[in-house]
């Protein structure tokens, strides 16, 4: 049996991950295999399939990458930004460059292939979730997190490539031989309204209903919808017109998690990203033993330590974290330039290891010559170019270089700090910044002992805090790839040179810092690269009639 290289004929055509599909020829039932009346004839399984959505079906060739987004795989999505640099590249480096190509896309197209074939699933389930016995209390809960997964692979969809198809809810079958319909890309909007009225419809059927942390609830539904129409507000989706109602809509929607009064932000930053289940976690990827992820601290840790350096965060960044008082770090002020990781922000010590920062058993050391994490050390094919490592996500308790230690940190999709950043930068552009704006930033900046902002802003001066502000707190959280495209400011931010420091060892013991450039030729084409492009595989597929992203 064959299926066709293209996801979208997955989505029509492909095999029901359980075993949906049967065909004459094949007489007899594998052992590994459960039927189809077995699944929705059993109430566990049934709920087994509905919770395996959250994690995707993976594979060799099918892209089918686990979760929502790219997480904790050995490069980051940060790393595609103006954040971190990989040390080893990892398809990561022509990105940064500007030549991505629909038929060089890297892991970057696997979005496109892993969403499709997941809302087929979740259509497949919808077909047969009735059939299920179990009582109507126990149906509308799975019916709404299906509802919540379709529209959150449809929100993927749309943040990576715009305007996308929409599948609806059929299923397509090896018998269907017309799949034009499903090569139709909707406009963005249109796109984005879909996904709304999935989320209407997931949150009645998920209210007072309790769920693991790692599912979608009904909190979820409405945080995730508030991401959505900020999305729908933003520039690049309105094609530059300011459309007051939009960003009303996206406050509103905001402040519906926040009136929940569920959710509070979690008293210590640092910790916050390696424990599950704070008072901040609205919808995570949930990690045990048995199904870990990458290693976080082997993969991202120095290489003096064993580690093999990863994700490694930019200059371009680290200037970004203010100094404590809430000025901005100067390198033209000489006594910051010569103590430049002095009087920082507290996010930053939490996030980032640079030269002197205290780590496990001694202070890193990425100074020349000599350091131990620098070129001169263990290891120096895994030499951080950038002259940092992150520290966000690692648990210090864990070892370094075990290979059997499990890391199973949570990844988490939406957290109320982030809710409260979408309601504060929706309501300036709707109303100005009000008093309900500082309330949300200085809530935030509170948390991790920051001042609060200056009082008299203007809005345009607003907007550049709370982006700065969002570029902080969210560093490494896939957030910032797509808040530059969304802002239209991509053109200026990923065109500046990835930004290293050069710490140099003085004969009396002293540090001199040099900015050097970690990653050259970094390229935006803002006539193309603010949406992915569709993989050229699927646009031979379906016979040409995909369109593609302008400029590819």
């Known amino acids: 049996m064959k299926t066709k290289n293209i996801s979208l004929i997955l989505v029509a055509a492909g095999f029901a991950a359980l075993g949906a599909c049967k065909k004459d020829f094949l007489q007899t039932t594998p052992t590994s295999i459960i039927t189809d009346a077995a699944v929705w004839g059993d109430s566990s399984l049934a709920e087994a399939y509905v919770t ?3 994690i995707g079906v993976g594979g060799n060739n099918d892209g089918g990458k686990p979760g929502f987004g790219r997480a904790f795989e050995d490069a980051w999505m940060s790393s595609v930004t103006d954040e971190s640099v990989v040390v080893w590249d990892n398809n990561t480096w022509f990105v940064q460059q500007g030549a991505l190509t629909p038929d060089r896309t890297g892991w970057m197209s696997d979005t496109w292939i892993r969403s499709y074939r997941s809302i087929r699933e979740v259509n497949y389930a919808f077909q ?17 997190e299906l509802h919540f997964i379709r529209a959150y692979r449809y929100f993927d969809l749309i943040r990576n490539f715009g305007d996308v198809p929409l599948v609806g809810d059929r299923v397509y079958n090896l018998e269907d031989t017309n799949f034009d319909s499903l090569f139709v890309r909707k406009p963005v909007q249109e796109a984005i309204q879909y996904a709304i009225s999935e989320l209407d419809a997931a949150a009645p059927l998920m209210q007072d209903k309790s769920y693991p942390i790692g599912r979608g609830s009904y909190a979820a539904a409405l945080a995730l919808k508030a991401r959505l129409l900020l999305y729908a507000a933003s520039p690049l989706y309105t094609k530059g017109v300011n459309d007051k109602a939009k960003w009303t809509a996206a406050a509103n929607a905001a402040k519906a998690v926040m009136d929940l009064h569920k959710f509070s932000l979690y008293n210590n930053y640092k910790t916050l990203f390696t424990i599950s289940g704070t008072t901040e976690d609205i919808f995570e990827r949930v990690y045990s033993p ?22 490694t965060p930019m200059q371009n960044l680290v200037d970004d974290y203010e100094m404590a008082d809430g000025s901005r770090f100067d390198w033209n002020n000489p006594v910051q330039k010569a103590n430049p990781y002095q009087n920082r922000d507290p996010r930053f010590y939490a996030s980032i290891l640079y030269n002197g920062a205290p780590y496990r058993t001694r202070n890193v050391e990425t100074f020349l010559p000599g350091g131990k994490d620098s070129k001169d050390g263990n290891g120096n094919w895994n030499t951080s170019p950038t002259g940092y490592y992150v520290r966000k996500y690692i648990n210090e308790s864990n070892p370094v270089e075990n290979p059997n230690q499990t890391a199973y940190q949570p990844w988490k999709y939406l957290r109320y700090a982030e809710v409260l950043l979408n309601y504060a930068e929706a309501q300036n552009e709707a109303a100005g910044p009000d008093g309900s704006v500082y309330d949300a930033i200085n809530a935030i900046r509170f948390r991790s002992n920051m001042p609060e902002l200056p009082k008299g802003l203007s809005a345009d001066s607003m907007r550049s805090r709370i982006r700065n502000e969002r570029r902080i707190e969210m560093a490494f959280e896939e957030q910032r790839y797509f808040d530059v495209r969304r802002w239209k400011i991509a053109e200026t931010t990923e ?4 930004y290293g420091i050069l710490p140099s060892k003085q004969s009396d013991g002293s540090i001199v810092y040099t900015k050097i450039i970690a990653l050259a030729n970094r390229k935006f084409d803002k006539a193309k690269n603010y949406w992915v ?14 369109r593609q992203n302008d400029g590819y």
């Open 533 to 546: 492009p569709i993989p050229q595989s699927e646009i031979n597929s379906s016979g040409k009639k995909l």
């Open 52 to 54: 395996g959505r959250y």
């Open 128 to 144: 047969n979730i009735d059939k299920v016995p179990m009582s109507a209390y126990g149906k509308d809960r799975l019916k709404g």
């Open 290 to 311: 048995t199904n870990e992820h990458t290693n976080l601290e082997l993969v991202n840790g120095p290489n003096g330590y064993g580690g093999w350096g990863g994700n």
């Open 495 to 498: 065109n500046i040179p990835a």
